[in-house]
């Protein structure tokens, strides 16, 4: 089994993964929620826009049912017609021509429609043609913001799985009850499991530590728990201190994260 300190320096290390993993996690999670705010802000910035082009969408669709229907009347008022040469008395003569009249009227309804809508639907393309630089620049914009977002999203999804998998390598060198340990400190902790320890407090919660346990801390010659947040103290000069035969690690990294050793993963 590792030497105390070796352990420390690994909890230090996984303390630093954790937080990381934490940070980016917020991140994709946030994501889905910074597009719609970003679509949100679009629909909102261009609503005159969004409103002229539903009302010329709704135009241009009615006209195209009218138009529909119109050939349909057409068609029944040559059928009336036809049928007018074929009448035997007065009676159907004028039955028949009481149809084509309400044909008629039908007819110049709906043509006076579609040109009320053409006109309207001329006034709207203007209206639409004037504002198409500025949405196309605004729908740039937002293309950007929402790739932005999904970038960001890729790449903290990367960290997560990275950090991850350095964790999980350093964990199966420590012993399985101090690492479910940890993990539990973590939850209800906010993911800090680690206390620094100074000056026989511990630097979370300040709470003091017993001189007998301080000492082994400073020695880094056991792991001990805060007695009030439950923490695992460490040291840091005594984890920083440069072991006296330490061939592989580069002098100026080591001491300055105190962790150099570790760079690799297991060993
Ligand atoms: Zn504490």
Redesign the pocket.
Known sequence: MLHAKEQLLRLLRIQDLALEIRSARSVVEGAPARIEEIEGRFRERNAEYVALKERFDAIEKDRRDRTVELEALEESRKKYMESLMQVKNQREYSAVLKEIDAVKARIGAHEEAILKEMEEAEKLRVDLDARADHIEKERALVGEEHARVEAEAATAAERISAAEDERAGLETELPGDLIENVRRVEESRQGVFL?RADKEL?Q??F?RIRPQVYQEIRQAAQIHV?G??R?YLYYEPALKAQPAAQPDAAPGEASASGIGALGGGPA
């Open positions: 206390a511990c979370v919660c709470v805060c009030h947040c923490r």
